[in-house]
């Protein structure tokens, strides 16, 4: 074998049953004979190729041009490693030719200077998308049971065709062969196992068996009731409308949901009451009894529907059920006997004839039959506004009549609280901290909320309004009008601290309250100088001119930041002297106290000891089982008791005062 012959590798023959068949030579053995003499002789140049395959159309085009005379064959059969049939491993090559064979005869256009072609466009297929068809309910059906080992064929059972798909009676076939013979994937078989209840359903009871999908709502049932609610709205006068929003929406689903749910409940107790009869009669009651309304289907999907606010404004959306805002002119000149008609406040509300002669008058409406119209328009929409919170506050759990978002029955916490329930999740504090959806079990509230309160407590919200603020039993971090005479005073006080006792103001209500009028007239005054590089807002300024700083706000104030020294007499020179007295007060406190317990530490034996102190008859008698001679003798035990304790109190005084007794007493 020459070094510059090429290397061949043997192709692998992939089986098919039309290769037994097809005649030319039988091309499965030149492919065992190459490989078996490829070291004796020299390799021909389509002998790696398999002629006795059949080709494919796409193949059999491109052997028959004359513009590619060698592209190799491709058997119909041969699948790449991604699966790919001949027929996209051919189009390529086909193309690549093409565009070969135009560029030179645009080459040669160019050098006998004729008119120069276009190129042909290289075309961006994704050649790994595979062209499928879809198969229709009844065909899958039939192509899930000869995957069923449970059945049997038939001799009598003939062969089915539907829609161009020919399925024979067979014996059981595997999920290879299945996809080798209908061109299925394994994810479209395993879906349509998984779908197999649904697709009997669809083609023995609801006679859709020639549909491709399965376009069923298990909500539409909801979505009908909707409809015919809309419908009818839209049927009533425009005083009795109402304005179809999504909390409007939102309330007639779930109405709707649980009806539903509560007749089918109905139905079923009412199956399980006639199963209940006598034989005779339940038979009777058992045709009278109606199937339950819902399927299983849609009984799963109803009992775990939640109707979302975000759920009823898309599907209202998306129906056209929501009523459009009023457009009001936006240009100013425009005269009475111009006025076009715009749109209503609530089309289904104020539509009515009026409007429609209005419009149909144009610009040669009258000035007072416009004026009288749109009169009617808004006194209709009056009234479908009140019909609409009528309405919510009887069906929606978050709306009143008086307000139209009533607040929601969760706790709130202050920032205290908050403060500690973060700590409860946080490793570092807690030795098991919970997890988000153990907090939110815990104390009734939102992952959301949780969410929320670590933002604030990264941001240092919650800190600075326990400890610098003194907020802590706030629930909201509200906007405070007079934070800023506040943040003044707070400093002043802090400045007065740091102070020695000897320089230290005094402080009290009066103090304070003459401190925050300070404050409050110098921040007015900064304001009036010049607005433009004022800090405060508008609102701030009108708080600040209203604020008049009484005693009372200065009481609160100190009590709500803990500046408990206000009313403290425990400033200035004097305060100073009284707090020395104070502590050489408390020193000799301290020192009888050290001396008392220094006393009380005597030895319990020479306590025993002592000649006023003896052991009562009935407590040495009793050493081994108390219990029973108490219950025997209650009384005695009880006056034995009282006078040993006075006898021990004695003897402590007396070794208070140094009367110790002689060393004979303490022997026992």
Partial sequence: MDDDAPIMFPIPVLPHP?????????????????HEDQTHQEPQQHEFHHEASVPTDEAAALLDD?????????????????????????????????????????????????SVAALIPIPTINTNKKDRREFTAAEKLRILNLLDPSRQP???????????????????LTNKQIREKFGVSKSSLHRWRQQKHRLQIMVQSEGLGSRKRDTRDPLEKVKSGLQKFYNENMEKSPDERLIITTPVVQAMACKIRDDLLAEYEAAVADAAAAAAIDLNDGQQQQEQTPEPNLNSEELTALRGFKVTKSWAGRVASHMGWLSQSRKKSSNPQQQPGDQVVVEEQVAPVVHDEATAAVSALGNTAPDDIIATNTEENDAAAEKAKLN???FLSKTHPDYSATNPKAKKSRKEFTAVEKLAI???????????????????????????????????????????????????????????????????????????????????????????????????????????????????????????????????????????????????????????????????????????????????????????????????????????????????????????????????????????????????????
């Fill in 18 to 34: 039309a290769e037994e068949e097809v005649g030319g030579g039988g091309g499965g053995g030149v492919v065992a004979q190459h």
């Fill in 66 to 114: 004359p513009v590619v005379p060698h592209l190799p064959s491709v058997p119909q059969d041969y699948h790449d490693d991604g699966g790919a049939p001949a027929a996209e491993m051919a189009a390529p090559l086909k193309r690549d030719a093409e565009q070969d064979v135009a560029t030179l005869n645009h080459e040669e256009a160019k050098r006998q200077k004729t």
């Fill in 154 to 172: 038939s001799s009598d059972e003939p062969a089915t065709a539907t829609d161009g798909i020919v399925i024979p009676q067979q014996p059981t």
């Fill in 388 to 390: 609409t919170l009528a």
């Fill in 422 to 668: 973060i700590a409860e999740m946080d490793a570092e504090q807690t030795p098991n901290p919970l997890l988000m959806a153990e907090i939110c079990e815990k104390y009734s509230t939102s992952k959301s909320s949780v969410f929320r309160w670590k933002q604030q407590y990264r941001a240092g919200t919650l800190t600075q309004m326990i400890n610098e603020e003194g907020r802590g039993s706030f629930k909201r971090d509200v906007n405070d009008k007079l934070g800023k005479v506040k943040m003044r005073l707070k400093n002043f006080i802090e400045d007065n601290r740091a102070q020695p006792p000897e320089t230290r103001a005094s402080l009290s209500s009066g103090v304070l309250q003459g401190k925050a009028q300070q404050f409050r007239d110098e921040l007015l005054a900064q304001h009036d100088l010049d607005p433009s590089k004022s800090n405060l807002k508008d609102d701030e300024v009108d708080v600040l001119r209203k604020f008049k700083a009484s005693k009372g706000w200065a009481r609160k104030a100190a009590s709500r930041y803990g500046w408990t020294e206000i009313e403290d007499p425990s400033y200035g020179v004097e305060a100073a002297l009284r707090s020395e007295q104070a502590v050489l007060r408390r020193e000799a406190a301290a020192a009888i106290a050290a001396a008392s317990v220094a006393a009380a530490e005597v030895s319990v034996d020479a306590l025993m000891g002592h000649p006023d102190v003896s052991v009562p008859p009935l407590a040495q008698h009793a050493a081994a089982n108390e219990d029973v001679v108490i219950m025997q003798h209650p009384v005695e035990h009880q006056q034995e008791q009282q006078e040993h304790e006075a006898a021990v109190n004695e003897a402590m005084h007396s070794m208070m005062e140094g009367d110790l007794g002689t060393e004979e007493q303490y022997q026992v």
